[in-house]
Nanobody, 125 residues
Framework: QVQLRESGGGSAQAGSSLKLSCAAS????????LAWFRQAPGKEREGVAL????????SYGASVKGRFDLSRDPVKKTLDLQMNSLKPEDTAMYYC??????????????????WGQGTQVSVSS
């Protein structure tokens, strides 16, 4: 049974950093993606960063590329999202997600079956 649990959200000033962690367990080691999504009030859920479990390859959405960085902590068994140079528009609920794939990781939330409960990030100017 796949279990995902986010932690590390909070409030931050623009330009500062936050790190989110997703404690992930019970997922397949092949043909599976882990991802971070976010959703701001009144907006659609947006794919932020993708992690293909088998190869460890990563991908980032255009709005966060160069500022956010994914890493896997094998000891803590977490997928961490280091968020740097935060902007007010990064304010959102952040979700960890997981899903099977036959062709690579997707930015569409429809491709992910497993979701954490989310952690709130608020960035003030």
């Amino acid at each position: 049974q796949v279990q995902l649990r986010e932690s590390g959200g909070g409030s931050a000033q623009a330009g500062s950093s936050l790190k989110l962690s997703c404690a992930a367990s019970g997922y397949p080691r092949t043909n599976y993606c882990l991802a971070w999504f976010r959703q701001a009030p009144g907006k659609e859920r947006e794919g932020v960063a993708l992690f293909y479990v088998e190869s460890g390859s990563t991908s980032y959405g255009a709005s966060v590329k160069g500022r956010f960085d994914l890493s896997r902590d094998p000891v803590k068994k977490t997928l961490d999202l280091q968020m740097n140079s935060l902007k007010p528009e990064d304010t959102a609920m952040y979700y960890c997600a997981g899903g099977q794939t036959d062709y690579g990781c997707s930015y569409s939330p429809l491709e992910y079956r497993h979701w954490g409960q989310g952690t709130q990030v608020s960035v003030s100017s």
